[in-house]
């Protein structure tokens, strides 16, 4: 799943994920032209595992998205056994 390009309006983004036992959720960071932006890939990107409300996705440790605020990205959400409720960006 990739989103329409919206702003990156808060330092974290938080998701509401249902991966349960055995699934698992990933989350790049695209730029306007659909590249993935350095130190936001899906591989940098720590898995949600199980049944998460309101948690912090992070990449290599780091959860602040400070970087981008104001700049419009598009989300890329990979994963497998998952369903994502919603998605927010949040200070």
Do not use: A, I
């Given at each position: 799943?990739?989103?329409r390009p919206l702003?990156?309006?808060g330092a974290q983004l938080q998701v509401n994920v249902d991966a349960g036992a055995n699934g698992?959720?990933?989350v790049a960071?695209?730029?306007p032209?659909?590249?993935t932006i350095p130190g936001y890939s899906l591989d940098a990107c720590a898995p949600i595992i199980g049944n998460r409300v309101d948690t912090t996705v992070s990449w290599e440790g780091k959860s602040g998205l400070?970087?981008?605020r104001g700049?419009?990205?598009s989300l890329q959400f990979a994963g497998a056994h998952a369903r994502l409720f919603s998605f927010a960006f949040q200070d």
């Open positions: 799943l990739v989103t702003p990156v309006s698992e959720l990933q960071v695209l730029d032209t659909g590249q400070e970087d981008l700049r419009d990205v």
